[in-house]
């Protein structure tokens, strides 16, 4: 299996949906991308529905190398018309911010989906708009270049990952980290998360 095991403090750890909603922020280059897709990856592997929606095609790649093995049904939604309750993973085209709101408009079931927001500072106002009130939400990017930074910044997410500390101010700050480390808390866990390759 090519499922990418998310370990805390040296254990493997598995983020369930009742710790939704998650914010995931980093810079560039410091592992919190591979680490966000790992971990929505391991939701499907266990059952999870799933909305994904990240600006680059790198993400989307990355998470059906993860899951090609496993027997999941994953659309690839180009138009809304594609759109398919049945599907447990749907992927919108990578970048179509307006393709993702459509879909969080209309899919029907999707208080039950795991939403993947990822490249959060890509996408305008109106995708928050449509998204922040979700309980099974996870944000993933660089809040601090993220239009909605301020709304986000005052929401009470369940699990907090921190790869880089931002410049705008969270209620969770993370100690000094190496690189592809990460600083996880959440109400029953907190410490040093990695992705173990």
């Known amino acids: 299996m090519n499922i990418n095991k998310i ?11 009742t710790d939704l909603p998650a914010l995931i922020t980093y810079k560039e280059k410091t592992g919190g991308s591979h680490f966000s897709i790992s971990l929505v990856a391991d939701l499907a592997l266990r059952g999870s529905k799933i909305l994904f929606l990240t600006a680059y095609p790198m993400a989307k790649d ?3 190398n993860q899951v090609a093995e496993l027997d999941l049904r994953v659309d690839y939604v ?3 018309a594609q759109l398919d309750n049945n599907a447990q993973v ?13 879909a969080l408009q209309q ?8 939403v993947l927001i990822k490249n959060m ?3 305008s106002q109106a995708l928050f708009d449509a998204c922040l009130g979700l309980d099974k939400l996870i944000l993933s990017g660089d809040i601090d270049d993220c239009v909605a930074k301020q ?4 929401m009470e997410f369940k699990t907090t990952v921190i790869f880089t500390n931002p410049e705008i101010k969270l209620s ?5 980290l190496e690189k592809y480390v990460g600083y996880l808390w959440s109400k029953n866990k907190e410490g040093l998360t990695s992705v173990d390759f």
Do not use: C, M
């Not at 370990?7 to 949906?17: F, K």
């Not at 749907?90 to 459509?102: D, F, K, T, Y």
């Not at 899919?107 to 795991?114: A, G, H, I, K």
């Not at 969770?172 to 000094?176: D, I, L, T, Y």
């Open 7 to 17: 370990l805390l403090n040296g254990d493997d750890y598995q983020l369930n949906e």
């Open 62 to 64: 990355n998470f059906l």
């Open 78 to 80: 180009t138009e809304i």
């Open 90 to 102: 749907i992927i919108i085209e990578s970048g179509n911010e307006a393709l993702g709101i459509e």
């Open 107 to 114: 899919l029907t079931d999707l208080s039950e989906r795991v």
């Open 121 to 123: 500072e890509v996408f």
């Open 151 to 154: 709304a986000i910044s005052k």
């Open 172 to 176: 969770v700050q993370a100690p000094e």
